[in-house]
Structures are given as C-alpha cells and as structure tokens.
C-alpha cells in the first residue's frame, strides 16, 4: 500500500466518526499530518514512541499495519517538549539578550518572528480537564496545529505533536481517533470554539553549552479573551539536544544578569485563567507511583522531581494570593521538600542538604503569617461571627485581621520576588537533573544508592513510627508543648509514607495505615491552630480596638470546642495506634545498615 493509500485509509476511519456526529471533513484531496494524543493513564510520549515502527493499536484500518505505515507516520511532528520559562520584567528583557551567557554561546544573531495564536476547546473544556491544549498558530505564511499533553510528575517535559493545516481553522477531527474514548466522543458532539488568542512578538536563538543545545525565545506580547488582556514578558529555555541539566544551567546563569522567575505555567494556563477571570489552580501534591524493584537513587530522583513540580505549580496561586488554598499549598511543597532532604541524609551526609533545607525553611517562615491569617479569617472569625450574630466587635475585628493579612501576604510576595528564592528553586532544579547527591557520598553510600529502595523505605518509616509512638505514649496526659511534638513527628511520618508506602504495593492496608495518619494529622493541627488564634489576637491587640467583646466569643468558643476536639483526637490516636504497618506485612527485608548522618536522619 502507498503512502497516500495509508492516510486514505486513516482518514476514512475520521470521516466516519466525524459524519456520524454530524461533523462532515471537507474531501480536498489534501495530504494532512496526523496528531496522536496519549489516552488516559498514557505518558506524553507513549502514544507516539520515537521507533515509528513500533506503533501498535489503531492507528490504521487493519491493510495498513504493515511496514507501509511508517513512511505515513513521517508525515506526523512528534515530541517531548522540555522547557522552563523565566518570567521576567518588561523593561529588562532586552537586555537579557545581551546577557556574557547567550552572547558568548548564541551561533548567531538569531531570528525574529510574529507568532498570533488561537487556542480552542469544547464549551465546557474539556480538553483542557483532561490535561490537553489545542492551538493553531501563524507564523508568517505558515500555519502550525498543536496539541500538548500534561508530565505526570516531571516539572520540565510534556507531549507536543504538530501537524501543518491550511488556515487558523482547527482540524481536530485529525484527533479524534487518538484520543480518550470519553473524550473523543465528547469533542466529537461539541463542536470547537476559541478561548482566547495570543499575540506574541518573538526573538529567538541557539545556544550551544558544553551539556546540550538549548533554544533561548525571547517573547513579549500579551494574551486576549474578550475584553481582558495579559502581558507577556518571558524567556523560554527549550532543550533541542543534550542533558535537561542544560536549560537549569543556562538559567542559572541568566539569574547571575538579573531577577527571573522560574516558571512551568504554559501561556494556555494562564490564557484560559484569563477567560474565565479566575486565579491560578493551587494544585495537590503529585501522588508517587513507585515500582517496588526501583533502585533507592532513582527513588531519591522521582521524589525530588515531585517536591520540586509541586513548588513550582504552587508559586503561582501563591503569588497571586486570590485563593487562600495556593499559599497552603506552597507551604505545603515546602514541607515535603524539605521532609525528602531529611530522608536523603539517611545516605548522604551533604552541605548541601543542609543548605537547601535552610533556605526552604526560610521561605517558608516568610509565608507563614499569610497562611495563619487566611485561617484565621475565612474559618476561625466566620464561624463565630455566625454563630454569635448578637456580639459586637467582629467586623472591627475583621477589618483588623484583614491589614494584617494583606501585610503578611506583602512580605510573603517580597520573599518571592527575591532573588534568593529564585536562586534556591533554579539551583534546586540543577541539583535535582544532575543528581548532585552522588557527588560527594562515600562508598558505601554509593553501594546502598545502587540497592532497591523497598528495605530502605521499611527500615525508615518503621523508624519514624516509632518515633511517633514513642512521643504519644501517655496521650491522654500530654500537655499542649508534648502533643504540638507529636504533631511534627506525625506530619513528617506522613510526609515519608507519601513517598515510600508506593514502594510497599497497592494494599488496603496502606491506604487504611494513610487514612488514620490523615485523620490524626487533621485533628492535632486543629488542636494547633486553636493555640495560634490566641497569639493572633494579642498581635491585634483586640481589647484595645473596640473588638473585645468578639474576641473573647473566640476565645470561650474555641474553649467550649476543645471539648469536642479532646475527644475526636483521642479516638484518632487509639485508631493510628492501632493501625497495621503496611510495610511489615511480607517476609521481613534483611536489615539495611544506614550511613547516619550526625544530627540524625530527621531532625
């Protein structure tokens, strides 16, 4: 069969889906790239591996199955894209074109364009639900249609396929066969309409460093959605060929020339946030998916990647500060990064370890009276106030908690701007593609690294449990300062068995073990943010304000709850304790010797 007779054969396939949904495909004899989209479940990638060759599924009617079908897949631009932007000021991005970096390195002058864009989606998105964007964009003469895929867990990569088309109009019954069931059908019955447009202008140039080849795009423009527009001043480092540790390198140069927010928020999520006149999502921490036979380095390198995807999807809704939930959520990133660093020194005993964590600690103490007040605001005066329409003082009370809310969220942006953050999240990036733990580890540290993860990940949170029952004994008796410690042990343990449990299989008893250590981790940090109200109110100074009446409602509230609290986090405790450890339901492991490091594992 000939090329074009295989490309028939597959567009006839479309042609029937298409007609019976009442979507005709104009015939024009056309040759036409073909997109494949990863199905549900599907690494970006996985639909469209680089051996054409390989292709299985349903691609082509059965006749086209044979080794004619991959000159036709030729046709199809695919890829995974891996790229970090750099948001930075409007006034300064010239003048990181001039950066010692790209001028010592850049082949040439490079080249300049004008990209316009149009992303589409169904009426009620779904495509983008799915993790999916649909553009087509032109540049000169040409027209480009792209779809792009989500990374389940890396910060840098997601799928990209492209195909030429004739106009601005979207082809996406060229999709349809490689899409989702449920979403194809769905596309299938709604009919594509634009979101929003984009009109980028674009300098773009290669710069070759000894770890790779990275394309340096210099873009300044804006995106629209009806009346509403958004600047756009960024740098996109794109990696054509080498090592990933090649665009954190190049960054960390550019961070040298001047402030630059790393960035992994596409222009779609920021368009279609745009269109609805939303905040960026906060985002829930990446769930682990942990073969049981991988080795503890590569362990180490996927939890890392997740810390560091989740800090860098939380930095914008943090930023933005509209939702509450984003500074929560980098607070939490935080946590669990900083949880993952104490893990590493079971192995590796590393300044840098110490140095990174330092600086996690030190953003997070910058964004912590944010969060408190946020708390204090949206849960703890509301529910009260609602609850006591008759006392007096709230709304000064709340007029008073909201100054220092916007405060606190002043300093937290500050902290964000600064370029010490800035430093420590790119640096971290470098740290984490480079694996930069093996640098300095001894021999047998190396050793253990080489070893599965599974014996490891049972003598830690056998370790850390005990820790946690050994702080609890005697619960019922624990005054406040013992069980705020049971506290931070129990949020460390969570921490841990969200990275290592995956390694113990998908049983029951896991998701039971977690279910109870939520549940006990959710009634003591109640039993906490009662005793941060009160040191809330004295900053206010709520007696001499007028608000005094509201605040003692809070304080005698909060008095009366304590009662109902003392016996929910006595029966969340009797429950964890009683809980089975997943970890130590096989054959027992033969015991790993760690390599300690001074402090400890965990501090």
Known sequence: MSESGAIKRALDTVQRLAKADGHPIPENGKKSSIFVVPAAGETPGSAFPDNASSVQGNLFADEARASEATS????????TEIELKLIVPSDRLADFNKAPIIAANARNKGTRKHLKAVYYDTPK???????????????GARFTQTVKAESANDPLRRGEWEAAVPSMAPDIALALPFLPEK?????????????FTTDIRRHQRLVDLPSGTIEVAFDHGHLTSGDRLLPVSEIELELKSGSPSAIWELALRLAEHGSVKPS??????????????????PPKPPKLHLDPSVSLDEAFSEILRSCLLHVLQSLPAAEDGRDS????????????????????????????LDQMRAEAKWLATSLAGARDWDVFRQETLRTVADACPSVEGFETLGELAEERRVACYDQARLALADRRCQYFVIGLGAWIEARGWRSEVTLEGLAQLAQPAISFARNILSTQHAKVLKRGRKFKSLPTEERHR???????????ADFLLPLCGQRKSAKRFSRRLADLQQELGIYNDMATTTSLLAEVNAGATGSGMAAAAIAGWQAHAMVGIETRLIKAWSEFTRAKMPWSIDTPEQPVKLVQANAGWLR
Not at 183 to 195: F, K, Q, S, T
Not at 265 to 274: I, V
Not at 486 to 496: G, N
């Open 125 to 139: 998105h779904a495509l983008r639900r799915s993790g999916l964007s649909f553009r087509v964009r032109r540049s």
């Open 325 to 352: 939930e984003g500074m929560h959520q980098l607070r939490v990133a935080l946590r669990r990064l900083r949880s993952a660093l104490d893990l590493m020194r079971s192995v590796v005993s590393l300044s840098k």
């Open 264 to 281: 992994i928020r596409t222009k779609s999520a920021r368009g279609f946030d745009l269109a609805a006149d939303t905040p960026p999502t």
């Open 486 to 496: 049971v506290r931070l042990a129990a949020k460390k343990l969570r921490y841990v």
């Open 183 to 195: 979403l194809r059908a769905d596309v299938a019955r709604h009919p594509l309409e634009a979101v």
């Open 72 to 79: 036709s897949l030729d046709t199809a631009a695919h890829a």
